[in-house]
């Protein structure tokens, strides 16, 4: 490989050396790219349900289990609550946030 | 139950999720459903991470911004996803695009290094010290030659060997000229080939 021309040997470098390694998004990051995601949805219209949400099979976190049976209406079960949520807060500034609730997306993002 | 699931680009050791599985994630992203949001932040962030930060290394102060920008690019362009091939690809080729835009701009406002004084035909003889290198070996030399080269040389030469682009389509993209380009790179490959066989000070 030595004594390849320049443009062979950067070929040959390259197809040899995958610069790709192994290290898996921060916990943060998938946060706060989920957090903007659905913040940009939010702003976009209402959010789907949280009954709809769990009629996909979805897991909700034990918040908006107590939001889902409260006796309200649709309109705030389609609500942004994640926006209030300490564990939002927790998990965009936290590599390993103290959060451990099931159902909860920052939580999950931990696991991932 | 949908879970959340990580999933690395290019690896081979897990098949793709079928087409319509990516479908109906797609149809829930767009009806707003946050759980399916969650779950197609936690499928890609992984791959899409390491791929944008092998591309950007040792600017990786950038990277978050970038993986950020791709998946809002993602989700503002899911209505256009068809099923045709796996999700994934289809984000991956986001990633690419916005990986170019990367280069483009900055090889737009980098000062293309002139030449200097170093004897490049010094590189036709040299030490065959790779010859016993394994693959890591060569992968940690590589990504430390390429760290060690001013950003001009290193956008280059991973967007014409690593993105494969042609010298043509980058000199469109920049707006330069292809002999320019054919210059920037053929600079960019004599510094990285001498700082491979003599050491990243050269």
Same mark, same amino acid.
């Given at each position: 490989m030595a004594n390849l021309p320049e443009e062979q040997f950067m070929e040959t470098i390259a197809a040899q050396a #995958?610069?790709?390694?192994?290290q898996p998004a921060p916990t943060n990051l998938k946060a706060k790219i989920y957090s903007a995601l659905v913040l940009r949805q939010a702003e976009s219209g209402v959010l789907a349900s949280l009954t709809e949400s769990r009629a996909r099979g979805q897991e909700i976190c034990i918040f908006e289990q107590l939001v889902q049976t409260a006796p309200v209406g649709e309109a705030v079960k389609c609500l942004n609550f994640c926006r209030v949520c300490h564990a939002r807060v927790l998990a965009e500034h936290f #590599?390993?946030?103290p959060i451990y609730w099931s159902g909860c997306p920052y939580v999950q993002f931990k696991k991932s | 139950m949908h879970q959340l699931r990580q999933q690395a680009f290019g690896g081979s050791e897990e098949p793709n999720p079928s087409t319509s599985d990516d479908l109906s994630l797609v149809a829930a992203v767009l009806s707003k459903d946050r759980k399916a949001t969650a779950e197609f932040v936690a499928r890609f962030a992984d791959g899409l991470y390491a791929y944008v930060r092998s591309r950007l290394t040792p600017r990786c102060d950038e990277v978050d911004d970038l993986v950020q920008e791709i998946f809002l690019a993602a989700w503002a362009n899911? *209505? %256009?996803? /068809? &099923? *045709? &091939?796996p999700l994934q690809a289809w984000v991956m080729g986001i990633a690419r695009h916005k990986i170019e835009d990367y280069y483009r701009a900055r090889l737009r406002v980098l000062d293309p290094i002139e030449d200097n004084?170093?004897?490049? *035909? $010094? *590189? $036709? !003889? !040299?030490? =065959?010290?790779? %010859? $016993?290198?394994e693959r890591d070996e060569l992968r940690t030399k590589t990504k430390s030659v390429l760290a060690s080269l001013p950003e001009s040389y290193r956008l280059a030469l991973i967007w014409r060997y690593? =993105? /494969?682009?042609s010298a043509r389509e980058m000199a469109i993209k920049t707006g330069k000229t292809e002999k320019a380009i054919e210059r920037l790179l053929a600079r960019a490959r004599a510094e990285f080939r001498e700082r491979w066989n003599y050491g990243q000070s050269a």
């Open positions: #995958e610069l790709r390694d192994a #590599e390993n946030p | 899911l *209505s %256009r996803y /068809q &099923g *045709s &091939g004084d170093h004897d490049h *035909s $010094a *590189s $036709a !003889v !040299v030490p =065959e010290l790779h %010859r $016993a290198l690593w =993105e /494969q682009a």
